[in-house]
């Protein structure tokens, strides 16, 4: 999987959020690598910086707090 966007990001990320992230995951070094940096999702599938696609099993926990692209 390509992650090489996310990679860069999240040096700058750390410099604005604590830890580089925004999620109840606070202690994120702990959990190691690099997290991923969602650019866009519709319905229950996320695409991020890198174009890499998921499916959100966890339903929006913390990463995208506008939703899911809601047609209305």
Do not use: C
Not at 47 to 59: L, Q, R, S
Request: proline content about 8%; charged content about 20%.
């Amino acid at each position: 999987m390509n992650k090489t966007n996310s990679s860069h990001l999240f040096p700058r990320a750390k410099k604005v959020m604590p830890v580089g992230v925004n999620s109840p995951v606070r202690a994120f070094n702990a959990v190691g690598g690099d997290p991923l940096f969602i650019k866009q999702a519709k319905g229950s599938r996320m695409t991020d910086v890198d174009g890499n696609e998921f499916i959100d099993y966890v339903a929006s926990w913390g990463p995208l707090i506008f939703g899911h692209a809601h047609p209305e």
